[in-house]
Nanobody, 124 residues
Framework: HVQLVESGGGSVRAGGSLRLSCAVS????????LGWLRQAPGKLREGVAR???????GYEDSVKGRATISNDNAKNTLYLHMDSLKPEDTAMYYC???????????????????RGQGTQVTVS
């Protein structure tokens, strides 16, 4: 059973920074595909960043250069640090996880099987 618990959301001024954390309750977070997705009111879910079980990292175009995803395996905690926040970054952010298939993390972040309860980020 995979449990994901996010923290760190809040209200931030445009141009500011934020770090989201996600406690990942698995034996080894390194064995999973991990990521962050977000959903703003009235908009589709959007994958923000991912870190695959082989260590490959990817970002959605709109956050490239502003976001850093990292995984502290010793703490089983996933992080998303975002700088230069914009009002359009306002959304509910979800930590997501998936099991690799045949050793690969091939699914889009929005289709990952496990999702936390979310943490709100508001940029004004």
């Amino acid at each position: 059973h995979v449990q994901l618990v996010e923290s760190g959301g809040g209200s931030v001024r445009a141009g500011g920074s934020l770090r989201l954390s996600c406690a990942v309750s698995v034996s080894s977070a390194n064995d999973y595909c991990l990521g962050w997705l977000r959903q703003a009111p009235g908009k589709l879910r959007e994958g923000v960043a991912r870190i695959d079980s082989d260590g490959t990292i990817g970002y959605e175009d709109s956050v490239k250069g502003r976001a850093t995803i990292s995984n502290d395996n010793a703490k089983n905690t996933l992080y998303l640090h975002m700088d230069s926040l914009k009002p359009e970054d306002t959304a509910m952010y979800y930590c997501v996880a998936d099991r690799p298939f045949n050793g690969y993390c091939s699914r889009p972040v929005v289709d990952f099987a496990y999702r936390g309860q979310g943490t709100q980020v508001t940029v004004s």
